[in-house]
């Protein structure tokens, strides 16, 4: 069965400032991956997805993330953080044999500073 | 287009009570999911639904029941709550062509409290 750890439960970082989440994963083989971000009371957003392909994948307000197959990590990036990025991003990962189903990491909850 | 819609968004149970939550999607997707939310748990699977007139056990089904009503609908019935099922709970669609995977889109959840 596949897993996924994040393990920064929060991260404070000051506005314009650069950002990155760690998201580690454990699947027997080629895993889908996705990062979903969720605002306070909402559902959840998806910023990006891997499949297949090049490993550096980009997403939805200026997220980026970078699959390493050799360290089983999925991380996400982002260049320059804005007070609207303020959020909990969950992790996930699919496989093909475990049909549609997801497996989400606990979660990490930025803050922004300003 | 409203994507995934919920209902209710908020609930508010004493222990021993039943519901029903509620979930439709307008994209046409053969699978749907509920889950839960709870604080540094991430989202756990409950039911999914493959296609219409399937249903399957995810890691946490106890204590729930799920009927695909068409394939539109895909709801959640707590026969008799229990304060361990406060939670947030969302409801995700998705579709699958091919083998090729997509991603799930999800409603805005329900908040519930068994009091």
């Known amino acids: 069965a596949q897993s996924v750890t994040q393990p920064d439960i929060h991260i404070t970082v000051s506005e314009g400032a650069s950002l990155e989440l760690r998201c580690n994963y454990s699947?027997?083989?080629?895993?889908?991956l996705f990062w979903y971000v969720q605002s306070p009371g909402q559902g959840l957003q998806l910023l990006l997805k891997?499949?297949?392909?090049?490993?550096l994948v980009q997403g939805i307000k200026g997220f980026e993330a970078e699959f390493k197959r050799s360290q089983s990590s999925f991380n996400l990036r982002k260049p320059s953080v804005h007070w609207s990025d303020a959020a909990e991003y969950f992790c996930?990962?699919?496989?093909?044999?475990?049909?549609?189903?997801?497996?989400f990491g606990g979660g990490t909850r930025l803050m922004v500073k300003p | 287009n409203a994507g995934v819609t919920q209902t209710p968004k908020f609930q508010v149970l004493k222990t021993g009570q039943s519901m029903t939550l509620q979930c439709a999607q307008d994209?046409?997707?053969?699978?749907m999911y509920w889950y839960r939310q709870d604080p540094g748990m991430g989202l756990r699977l409950i039911y999914y639904?493959?296609?219409?007139?399937?249903?399957d056990k995810g890691e946490v089904p106890n204590g729930y029941n799920v009927s695909r009503l068409n394939k539109r609908e895909f709801s959640l019935r707590l026969e008799s709550a229990a304060p361990s099922q406060t939670s947030v709970y969302f409801c995700?669609?998705?579709?699958?062509?091919?083998?090729?995977?997509?991603?799930?889109?999800f409603g805005p959840g329900t908040r519930l409290t068994v009091l």
């Open positions: 994209m046409n997707h053969n699978s």
């Open positions: 996930a990962v699919g496989a093909r044999d475990a049909g549609n189903m997801l497996t």
């Open positions: 639904s493959a296609s219409e007139g399937t249903t």
């Open positions: 995700a669609s998705s579709e699958e062509v091919a083998g090729i995977y997509n991603e799930q889109f």
């Open positions: 699947y027997g083989a080629t895993p889908y």
């Open positions: 891997y499949f297949s392909g090049d490993t």
